[in-house]
């Protein structure tokens, strides 16, 4: 009786069979196969309470009955078990099966316990690790999975067997290094010991199969393996990318060269047709000056209609002679190869002034001597910006700063107008700021522009006085 109370309120279902037919189970069975009460379990067969086949395939009132012969053999067996309960739902459980004798009949106990959530979840890690590997399998870039002591590959995948040339037989009897050339392989070892790899890139070249060097991007992920130090390592192949960026760098190289040449060829021109103007055709003028002013004092004084003409042929040379020195050295200062920077640039400041009516302030160190090719880049740029202030700014004010701190040089022009905003600073017609910034970079210097909406403009070039080592 008292065991009669501890079949029933166990929490696990037990089910009583005499060979092959239920006749008794607990509380705990009825609720798991649905049944409201014993008489519709009792007399039911294995296989009215199984699907048709387990899982492995085999009948299962067949091999129910292989299970029987076995405990009846052995005395007990555990097994795993899917039945289905009265609603047709499906169940799996763990089965222990023992048999007793009662009253010489031999009856079979079978207790359960219910592993349908774990068979669930087991079955799910199947389907994702399926998804895994068809994701390893399909992926468009090669992968490698290899071990970081050994540096041995176990598993490629398809993308990595076709871009490669190697057949996975090949790729697992090779290891990682083998497809980098050899001096790189040091590189690799110390990017692998990185205790904080995960993610991390490595560039370096592989070699196919054919020869063909490649350059690629490894980004390494440790792998959860138990026993083995194992990475996925995922291949970027960026070959094609950095041609076109060292294409693309080249041209622009070559574009600068063109620039400057163009720019040297042009300074070269401006002073060829500068000094032609102010030596020959300076000269003419002044002979022609000298002569009028011969036959100025010949001209008898009562003939004043002479007189008066030969003054104004005078008067009109004179302009003449000025225009020309005005041209010549707007074309080519001679005063920057004669005096330098400095007085180049408070000449050309005064000129400034008197021209545009802006108060102009200068502060020039007058020590600072540079080459020719630094002096014309220097003082073109300050032209340029000096007719920015006239174009753009609306200034009254303009300032000029020459110094030299520390070896370095630095050129700083500011203006109180309306301030230059970035859009105009990058923007795709400042052809003439682009300019300035190419000349200052290609002295080795490097120009930097800011404005302040309605407080002004301030350009700023710095360069090293020793001038071989360019700013960054
Ligand atoms: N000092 C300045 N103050 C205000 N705006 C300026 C100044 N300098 C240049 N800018 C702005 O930047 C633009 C680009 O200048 P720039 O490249 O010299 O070309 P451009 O003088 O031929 O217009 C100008 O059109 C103007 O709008
Ligand atoms: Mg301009």
């Given at each position: 009786?008292?065991?009669r109370?501890?079949?029933?309120?166990s929490?696990e279902?037990?089910?009583?069979?005499?060979?092959?037919?239920i006749?008794?189970?607990?509380?705990?069975a009825?609720?798991?196969?649905?049944?409201?009460?014993?008489?519709?379990?009792?007399?039911?067969s294995?296989?009215?309470?199984?699907?048709?086949?387990?899982?492995?395939?085999?009948?299962?009132?067949?091999?129910?009955?292989?299970?029987?012969?076995?405990?009846?053999?052995?005395g007990?067996?555990?097994?795993?078990?899917?039945?289905?309960?009265?609603?047709?739902?499906?169940?799996?459980?763990?089965?222990?099966?023992?048999?007793?004798?009662?009253?010489d009949?031999?009856?079979?106990?079978?207790?359960?316990?219910?592993i349908?959530?774990?068979?669930i979840?087991?079955?799910?890690?199947?389907?994702s690790?399926?998804?895994?590997?068809?994701?390893f399998e399909?992926?468009p870039?090669p992968?490698?999975?290899?071990d970081?002591?050994?540096?041995?590959?176990?598993?490629?995948?398809?993308?990595?067997?076709?871009?490669?040339?190697?057949?996975?037989?090949?790729?697992?009897?090779?290891?990682?290094?083998?497809?980098l050339?050899?001096?790189?392989?040091?590189?690799?070892?110390?990017?692998?010991?990185?205790?904080?790899?995960?993610?991390?890139?490595?560039?370096?070249?592989?070699?196919?199969?054919?020869?063909?060097?490649?350059?690629?991007?490894?980004?390494?992920?440790?792998?959860?393996?138990?026993?083995?130090?194992?990475?996925i390592?995922i291949?970027?192949?960026?070959?094609?990318?950095?041609?076109?960026?060292?294409?693309?760098?080249n041209?622009?190289?070559?574009?600068?060269?063109?620039?400057?040449?163009?720019?040297?060829?042009?300074?070269?021109?401006?002073?060829?047709?500068?000094?032609?103007l102010?030596?020959v055709?300076?000269?003419?003028?002044?002979t022609?000056?000298?002569?009028?002013?011969?036959?100025?004092?010949?001209?008898?004084?009562?003939?004043?209609?002479?007189?008066a003409?030969?003054?104004?042929?005078?008067?009109?040379?004179?302009?003449?002679?000025k225009?020309?020195?005005?041209?010549?050295?707007?074309?080519?200062?001679?005063?920057?190869?004669?005096?330098?920077?400095?007085?180049?640039?408070?000449?050309?400041?005064?000129?400034?002034?008197?021209?545009?009516?802006?108060?102009?302030?200068?502060?020039?160190?007058?020590?600072?001597?540079?080459?020719?090719?630094?002096?014309?880049?220097?003082?073109?740029?300050?032209?340029?910006?000096?007719?920015?202030?006239?174009?753009h700014?609306?200034?009254?004010?303009?300032?000029?700063?020459?110094?030299?701190?520390?070896?370095i040089?630095?050129?700083?022009?500011?203006?109180?107008?309306?301030?230059?905003?970035?859009?105009?600073?990058?923007?795709?017609m400042?052809?003439?700021?682009?300019g300035?910034?190419?000349?200052?970079?290609?002295i080795?210097g490097?120009?930097?522009?800011?404005?302040?909406?309605?407080?002004?403009?301030?350009?700023?070039?710095?360069?090293?006085?020793?001038?071989?080592k360019?700013?960054?």
């Amino acid at each position: 009786m008292k065991f009669r109370l501890l079949f029933e309120r166990s929490l696990e279902p037990i089910v009583i069979f005499d060979e092959n037919r239920i006749i008794d189970c607990n509380a705990a069975a009825l609720s798991i196969m649905g049944a409201a009460d014993r008489q519709q379990l009792v007399g039911a067969s294995i296989e009215e309470i199984s699907p048709e086949v387990q899982p492995d395939g085999q009948l299962s009132g067949e091999k129910a009955r292989d299970i029987v012969k076995e405990v009846l053999k052995t005395g007990g067996s555990k097994f795993e078990w899917v039945h289905r309960n009265l609603d047709g739902k499906l169940f799996w459980v763990d089965v222990f099966l023992t048999h007793v004798s009662v009253n010489d009949r031999t009856l079979l106990c079978g207790t359960w316990r219910d592993i349908t959530q774990r068979k669930i979840a087991q079955e799910s890690l199947r389907l994702s690790e399926k998804r895994y590997q068809e994701m390893f399998e399909k992926n468009p870039q090669p992968l490698f999975v290899f071990d970081v002591d050994t540096l041995e590959i176990i598993d490629v995948n398809l993308a990595a067997i076709e871009q490669y040339g190697f057949s996975f037989e090949e790729f697992v009897s090779m290891t990682l290094g083998q497809l980098l050339q050899a001096d790189e392989i040091p590189r690799l070892i110390s990017h692998l010991s990185d205790p904080e790899i995960n993610g991390k890139k490595l560039s370096c070249k592989h070699i196919r199969k054919n020869g063909d060097v490649r350059d690629v991007e490894m980004t390494g992920h440790e792998l959860d393996f138990p026993g083995k130090n194992l990475r996925i390592a995922i291949i970027n192949d960026v070959t094609e990318a950095k041609k076109a960026q060292e294409e693309l760098r080249n041209s622009y190289e070559r574009l600068k060269m063109l620039s400057a040449h163009i720019q040297e060829v042009r300074e070269n021109e401006r002073k060829g047709i500068a000094m032609e103007l102010h030596d020959v055709l300076g000269q003419i003028l002044t002979t022609i000056n000298m002569d009028l002013s011969w036959l100025s004092k010949r001209i008898p004084e009562k003939e004043k209609g002479f007189q008066a003409k030969v003054s104004s042929m005078i008067f009109m040379v004179k302009q003449a002679v000025k225009t020309v020195q005005k041209v010549s050295s707007e074309l080519r200062p001679v005063i920057l190869d004669d005096f330098g920077l400095a007085a180049a640039i408070e000449h050309g400041a005064q000129s400034f002034e008197k021209k545009s009516g802006i108060t102009t302030s200068v502060m020039l160190d007058r020590t600072i001597e540079l080459d020719k090719q630094r002096n014309t880049a220097l003082f073109r740029i300050f032209q340029e910006a000096a007719t920015n202030v006239i174009r753009h700014a609306g200034a009254t004010k303009f300032e000029v700063s020459l110094h030299k701190d520390n070896d370095i040089i630095t050129l700083l022009m500011e203006d109180n107008g309306c301030g230059i905003s970035a859009e105009e600073i990058s923007g795709k017609m400042s052809f003439g700021i682009l300019g300035m910034k190419e000349r200052a970079s290609f002295i080795g210097g490097k120009l930097e522009i800011s404005g302040l909406k309605g407080k002004g403009t301030q350009i700023r070039v710095v360069l090293p006085h020793g001038g071989k080592k360019a700013l960054q």
